[in-house]
T-cell receptor, first 117, second 112 residues
Framework: NAGVTQTPKFQVLKTGQSMTLQCAQDMNHNSMYWYRQDPGMGLRLIYYSASEGTTDKGEVPNGYNVSRLNKREFSLRLESAAPSQTSVYFC????????????????FGDGTRLSIL | AQSVTQLGSHVSVSEGALVLLRCNYSSSVPPYLFWYVQYPNQGLQLLLKYTSAATLVKGINGFEAEFKKSETSFHLTKPSAHMSDAAEYFCAVSGSASKIIFGSGTRLSIRP
């Protein structure tokens, strides 16, 4: 049972470099999410995809782009990395809800620890 | 709009003592509520969820939470703390478009 798989687990970038974080889920979930976690700030939603073919901005989308490649895969791209984007990034997936408010939990990957120098 | 507030960024208890982690929510619709646990260098794992079937919800590892509408609270408890319970705990409420809104987290430390 792989669940949600994120690659890479660790990465160090220089300011201005670009990078794509990969995420794949094997639970046939419709919805996928990207979060960043910073000390004392909980999880903040960057982008989400309620269903295949759709993506929407979350709370902190600036400096990021996403691609929902297919139902399984949802990637996050940093086009020009900045030190403020040093964080731990989590991908999650869930079953979606008709009407929006879901009682289904999200399932998380183990995270990508990204440092930008 | 949906939101959660976790009272106390850090809670420390002795092994064998009661664990109480506090969470208050705000919701414009009847809420679905969750508690997650995060161990070091891992992702979040679901502890339990409230979906209106019963106000007292039992989860994994001996944790439970009680939904109190009058107090807009969903506090997490465990009668007897174990060293392995040391982790960060997040309360969360369901939002629109299948999103979940997380609290800022409470780090639980266990003293021997």
């Amino acid at each position: 049972n792989a669940g949600v798989t994120q690659t890479p687990k660790f990465q160090v970038l220089k300011t201005g470099q670009s990078m794509t974080l990969q995420c794949a889920q094997d639970m046939n979930h419709n919805s996928m999410y990207w979060y960043r976690q910073d000390p004392g700030m909980g999880l903040r939603l960057i982008y989400y995809s309620a269903s295949e073919g759709t993506t929407d901005k979350g709370e902190v989308p600036n400096g990021y782009n996403v691609s929902r490649l297919n139902k399984r895969e949802f990637s996050l791209r940093l086009e020009s990395a900045a030190p403020s984007q040093t964080s731990v990034y989590f991908c999650a997936s869930s079953e979606s809800a008709l009407g929006g408010y879901s009682n289904q939990p999200q399932h998380f990957g183990d995270g990508t620890r990204l440092s930008i120098l | 709009a949906q939101s959660v507030t976790q009272l106390g960024s850090h809670v420390s208890v002795s092994e064998g003592a009661l664990v109480l982690l506090r969470c208050n929510y705000s919701s414009s619709v009847p809420p679905y509520l969750f508690w997650y646990v995060q161990y070091p260098n891992q992702g979040l794992q679901l502890l339990l969820k409230y979906t209106s079937a019963a106000t007292l919800v039992k989860g994994i590892n001996g944790f439970e939470a009680e939904f109190k509408k009058s107090e807009t609270s969903f506090h997490l408890t465990k009668p007897s703390a174990h060293m392995s319970d040391a982790a960060e705990y997040f309360c969360a409420v369901s939002g629109s478009a299948s999103k979940i809104i997380f609290g800022s987290g409470t780090r639980l430390s266990i003293r021997p």
